[in-house]
């Protein structure tokens, strides 16, 4: 497999279905899933799944690597637009 070495930069903006996804989870009580009736876990469960589908076309697939606490870790960046200059 080829590699790039890139430096790995923080995500500065995620995609807004996973912002909202990970609000609701932030401002919702922790919940022992035992706890929790079928249709909540089902929600949630539907709305990972959803997160999930097919991104559509991308702009560009990298095999990077990512350091490691033991070393370098091989990555794949998918990016589905061109990179904002700015």
Known sequence: MLTTSVECRP???????V???????????ATPV??????AVREDDLA????QRAPGDLYSV???EAPGPAGTLPVRS?????????
Do not use: F, H, I, K
């Open 78 to 86: 998918a990016s589905v637009s061109a990179p904002q200059n700015g």
């Open 34 to 39: 035992s706890e929790l009736t079928a249709e």
């Open 48 to 51: 990972v799944l959803d997160l």
């Open 11 to 17: 995500v500065a903006e995620l995609d807004s279905e």
């Open 62 to 64: 990298e095999d990077v």
């Open 19 to 29: 912002r909202e996804l990970l609000d609701r989870w932030a401002t919702s009580p």
